[in-house]
């Protein structure tokens, strides 16, 4: 045992006695038989504090006995990965756009100025009614469900990703995605 251990125990232990002692002995301009002197704040304090975690100790030891003869299983529950769908920013969605018309070119270089000035054949707001439309009757779409083909070309694919930025913008809609470069899922708010 330390000595400044033993030293405190036997300063707490004098100061109870002390305190003791002065609630047994009468006070000698008193005469009442029924009185009882009040004890001092703090040693109320630090018995009510000492109840509190004797009162937990035996909750404790209460759940011990309880739970003594359980055993429990372990969950060999496997989270499908592709059901996780993270928040898309635009930085994502900008790059899956990029991996969409790299998918879509040929391996010579093509002028871009075409494919803007196309986006009048595949309109914006005609893409936001379409995707509005879409999210309504279902809930939640994949980004290949905006285009009426399976090879769109470059034009519908610029048209249809403004019309899910638009659309994202005034909040009708968010975009997740469970992976980087995964496919991008839109789902009504």
């Given at each position: ?5 033993t ?5 707490m ?5 002390y305190?003791?002692s ?9 005469e009442?038989e ?16 000492h ?14 006995r ?7 299983r372990?969950?060999?529950?496997v ?9 898309v ?11 969409i018309?790299?998918?879509e ?13 196309g986006?009048?054949q595949?309109?914006v ?6 995707l ?7 809930g939640e ?22 019309a899910?930025?638009?659309?994202v913008?005034?909040?009708v809609c968010k ?11 839109i789902?009504k708010?």
């Amino acid at each position: 045992m330390s000595i400044e251990l033993t030293s405190e125990f036997a300063v707490m232990a004098a100061h109870l006695v002390y305190l003791k002692s002065k609630a047994l002995l009468p006070d000698p301009g008193f005469e009442e038989e029924d009185y009882n002197p009040p004890l001092p704040k703090e040693l109320v304090d630090k018995l009510l504090e000492h109840k509190k975690f004797q009162m937990a100790g035996q909750r404790l030891a209460e759940l011990d006995r309880l739970t003594a003869g359980m055993f429990t299983r372990e969950t060999n529950q496997v989270l499908d990965e592709t059901e996780v769908w993270l928040d898309v920013s635009l930085v994502d969605l900008i790059s899956a756009f990029n991996s969409i018309l790299e998918q879509e070119s040929s391996n010579e270089v093509e002028d871009l100025l075409p494919i803007y000035e196309g986006v009048a054949q595949y309109s914006v707001e005609d893409k936001m009614e379409y995707l509005r439309n879409l999210l309504d009757k279902n809930g939640e779409i994949h980004f290949m469900d905006l285009f009426e083909t399976e090879k769109p070309e470059k034009k519908e694919i610029v048209a249809a990703f403004l019309a899910v930025l638009e659309v994202v913008k005034i909040r009708v809609c968010k975009v997740l995605q469970h992976a980087v470069f995964g496919e991008i899922k839109i789902v009504k708010v």
